[in-house]
T-cell receptor, first 116, second 109 residues
């Protein structure tokens, strides 16, 4: 199956700083990528849909100024958590859709963010 | 988006046992996928199965699209099968995957 990488896998930062997470589709081009957030023992919650070359579409309740998404190429999307606070601590997972394979979605390994 | 209901929420198995996980959808689905989330958080694609039956080793899945449900079968379970199993799908008017709450499977040696 297709491979999606995510970096970093784990990050610890101080409150008020910004953190950037990268998501790459390694062996396919992804016009559409997705960012999810997962709380402990909970399901995945979609935060936003990222389309290459255009603005991201955010789900209701997700602050677009706090969670900046950029999808500058067909293989790279980034999520920047701006002015992070402890309540932003979570597991963030990206996903990419392979339109050459029935639009099947593949997921990155996730990034565990801890804000002190 | 569509509503996805998974059952059971938790499953404890003895190694070697068989089990069935179920996923019900509130509406017709155009894309249905099963995933296994391992203890490190990685979602692993198990099946892309909007309809029909597929098998991959000890795992198989069946989707009955007209009745809006899908089943995942685990046979001869192993401890490495432990983790959370999610199903997800999107409907005809919504191209975003909606996830179920997951089934947590624990296989004991």
């Amino acid at each position: 199956g297709a491979v999606v990488s995510q970096h970093p896998s784990r990050v610890i930062c101080k409150s008020g700083t910004s953190v950037k997470i990268e998501c790459r589709s390694l062996d396919f081009q992804a016009t559409t990528m997705f960012w999810y957030r997962q709380f402990p023992k909970k399901s995945l919650m979609l935060m936003a849909t990222s389309n290459e070359g255009s603005k991201a579409t955010y789900e209701q309740g997700v602050e677009k100024d706090k969670f900046l998404i950029n999808h500058a190429s067909l293989t790279l999307s980034t999520l920047t958590v701006t002015s992070a606070h402890p309540e932003d601590s979570s597991f963030y997972i990206c996903s990419a859709r392979d339109f050459t394979s029935n639009n099947e979605q593949f997921f990155g390994p996730g990034t565990r963010l801890t804000v002190l | 988006g569509i509503q996805v209901e998974q059952s059971p929420p938790d499953l404890i198995l003895q190694e070697g046992a068989n089990s069935t996980l179920r996923c019900n959808f509130s509406d017709s689905v155009n894309n249905l996928q099963w995933f296994h989330q391992n203890p490190w958080g990685q979602l692993i694609n198990l099946f892309y199965i909007p309809s029909g039956t597929k098998q991959n080793g000890r795992l198989s899945a069946t989707t009955v699209a007209t009745e809006r449900y899908s089943l995942l079968y685990i046979s001869s379970s192993q401890t490495t099968d432990s983790g959370v199993y999610f199903c997800a799908g999107w409907g005809s008017n919504d191209y975003k995957l909606s996830f179920g709450a997951g089934t947590t499977v624990t296989v004991r040696a």
